[in-house]
């Protein structure tokens, strides 16, 4: 039996199952009667007046009504992958991982309908099997389709918006009980905001995404100086599809990922190679490398200097599913803000100086991406060409002193934080960042008058029904 110091080492350093793709997203356990519900990121935690797993739309309409008899609010939930409180609640939790079925596709419109817990994961294999995919992912495949799209989740690829943009359809239950269609023809102002609803407008049960005929990637990944990745950012993020980087905070030292699709056939790691990779190297040791930075604080700036001096090249062609999205087994929060894309790298240099200013100690590389402009009212992408960048820590390493700063970098470029990433902005704060704000605003009165779908981040960010 190994040794108890070793045991919490593991659990710290790594996620609870050694198969991340079985294993819960996030955990709600029974407490003396009460069910505990916690995020992935171990950050938020809530306690349910009820929890009930619908199995069909009926369920769910059951559900909403059980809700508004009982005078309690309702919020679904997907798997728990967001760092805010978006999905805590102490009224009736929906948790939706049982309606996680495909339930139609058409060929000829290359479109896909599916029940609104699926997990991206399991999307991705059905669309494969399909010979179709999505245009573009986020770094990860664990998050539920309609949890992704009720952020605002986005991947990186300055031709592309969020996620949300490739919806084309979809159903809900609404504080009524209704259950409601809406697409661009039908309910229109209704599906133009419930794109990123943020939970707001009701429980989407079901939903139509545009396809397109499965590809490959070509990722090419390597290491670069960081004065050379920003002398040559607008370059880089306009001549490549998809675009990922990241910068190692206490050295000069970044990474440059580059994804394209290719017609070339799959050159990737498999079996032993793939999991010395991409999960002993990039998460167990990397794991560790936190771990005794949370123990020695003073330590994290040579312990990056390790981490970068190990990184290398690496280069694979794959499905893009694959290519798009990694396992991530430490456990981590985190900050990401949307940015005009023509602040980033001033706006990268002065986080840089802030954690050199503070003396900080950031453990964890900070990341920046790129997406195009959308029309989504309540998406961070609306109306502007854009840069993320997003900031980690650790779990367990106090965070508040480098996300206000962050945050306080922000403000000054009129940044949009990512609605399921730590942030403390409020309704007053947030309202001038939307040009359509008003508008989701109206649809959210009149579809939820009473405020069936608050909780306390909603009362936040979106500021207290009447
Ligand atoms: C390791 C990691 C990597 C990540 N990578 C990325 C990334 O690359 N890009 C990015 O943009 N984000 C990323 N995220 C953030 C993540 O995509 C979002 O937080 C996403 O919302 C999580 O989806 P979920 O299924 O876990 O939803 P939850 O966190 O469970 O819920 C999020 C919101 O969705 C609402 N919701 C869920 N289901 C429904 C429904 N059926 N009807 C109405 N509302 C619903 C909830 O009420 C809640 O408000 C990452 C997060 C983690 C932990």
Redesign the pocket.
Known sequence: MAPRGVKEFLRATTCASRNDRAAP??IAVMTGGATTWR???RNQVCEPAAVTDPESELEVVEAVLAARTAGQTV????????FTD??CTDGRMLR?GRLDRVVGFDRDASTITVE??IPLWKLNQQLALRGVALTNL???DR??I???L??G???TGLGLGALATMVREIEMVTADGDLVRCSEHEEPELFACARV???ALG??TKLTLQVEPAFRLHSVEMPMRLDEMLADFDRVVTTNEHVDMYWFPHTDVATVKCNNRTDAPIRAKQGYKQWRDEIVLTNYLFGAVCKAGQLVPSAVPKLAQFVVANIGRTEKVDRSDRVFCSR?LVRFVEMEYELPRTEATATLLAIREFIDDEALRVAFPIEIRVTGADDIPLSTGYGRENAYIACHLPTGTPFERYFRGVEAIMDRVGGRP?W??MHFQTAQTLAPRYPEWSRFQAVRAKFDPEGRFRNAYLDRVLGELP
């Open positions: 997203r996030s995020n992935w990121g919020k679904a939930v997907g798997s728990g992958h967001s978006t999905a939706l609104a817990g986020g770094d990860i998050q539920t309609s949890g992704a009720a952020t989740t986005h991947g609803g943020l939970g429980v989407i991530r990512h399921g990433k």
